[in-house]
Every structure is written in C-alpha cells, then in structure tokens.
C-alpha cells in the first residue's frame, strides 16, 4: 500500500542533530557540525540554506549532504551560526558507499540528541 501526500507534524518537538557517535545517522555515519555551538558534547549539526554545498555532511564520506529543509523537518526559524538547525530525521543526499550497493549510504536520515528538542 502507498500513501501520497505529505505528512504534517505539528507542534511535535525533534531533537537537535549533534556530531558526537550517539548521534549518528542511520547509515552508521557520523555528522560534521559546529565547533563552537554545542547540544550533549557534540556540535549542532547546520543546514546552509543559501549554499547548500556549506552544510554539515557525514564525516567519512564528504559527499553526503544534509538535505535543504525543503526536503527535510529541519526548523527554518531555529539558527545556529546563521545557518538552519539539522533534527532528527532530517534527510542526507546519497552518498559513498551507496554506489557499490550498500543501500543504507543511498537513503540516510540524520541522528540526533534525545535531550534537546525544537518544536
């Protein structure tokens, strides 16, 4: 069964994405984030709205983006450094190892704190 539309989540709180290793991202990836903006030891994962090639990645495999909010839950209201704060469930363009078949790198979601939410 497929379901099309688009799901809205109201005033439901999202935890903010951060770059320390419980806060990975689905593919098993660690985030890049700030280094002077901190949530639970880790820095705050950005979303770069004007450049998108200026937003936090995954570490090991620098071609993985984390995805414009237009595709995301990403909070636009909710800053860090200038640049939109990445939650859970935010999505990650596809990146390497997706290409020799490990399908967990070709569709990757973003981790993230479960003490510190944006609603």
């Not at 860090?80 to 290409?99: L, M, N, Q, R, Y």
Request: glycine share 10%; with cysteine.
């Amino acid at each position: 069964m497929c379901l099309l539309g688009r799901l809205h989540l109201v005033n439901m709180p999202f935890g903010v994405t951060n770059t320390t290793s419980d806060s990975q991202a689905t593919c098993g990836h660690t985030l890049t984030g700030s280094t002077t903006v901190f949530v639970d030891g880790g820095g705050i994962s950005r979303i770069d709205t004007t450049n998108p090639s200026e937003s936090d990645r995954t570490l090991l495999a620098p071609a993985g983006l984390i995805s414009p909010p237009s595709l995301s839950p990403g909070r636009l209201s909710v800053l860090c450094e200038s640049k939109v704060v990445s939650v859970i469930g935010d999505a990650i363009i596809s990146h390497t190892p997706c290409e020799a078949g490990e399908v967990s790198h070709c569709a990757a979601f973003t981790g993230g704190s479960s003490d510190v939410f944006i609603q």
